[in-house]
């Protein structure tokens, strides 16, 4: 992760089962993250981690992304877009 400005998307996360990161259940995004969220407790990191998860410096650190200024490529967004139509 470089240091300076951190990039974020434009989105608010909560915690659900579905995925977010193609092939990469969001489940192990988020445990990926883990390390990164400073926290005292369980509920306070269950709070935060939705947040971290949409900052693309960290999902690139932990392999949910290739690079800090892409999210998800068109082809993951058509098929998200699909599902949730279906």
Same mark, same amino acid.
């Given at each position: 992760? =470089? ?53 693309? !410096? ?7 992304? =290739? ?6 490529? !068109? ?12």
């Amino acid at each position: 992760m =470089r240091k300076g400005a951190l990039l974020r998307l434009p989105l608010m996360l909560w915690s659900f089962e579905e995925g977010l990161y193609g092939d990469l259940p969001a489940a192990d995004v988020l445990r990926r993250l883990e390390p990164y969220v400073s926290d005292d407790n369980a509920e306070q990191l269950l709070w935060a981690l939705p947040f971290y998860a949409t900052m693309t !410096d960290f999902l690139a650190a932990v392999g949910a992304t =290739r690079d800090r200024r892409e999210a998800v490529t !068109d082809s993951e967004v058509d098929a998200a877009v699909k599902a949730l139509a279906s």
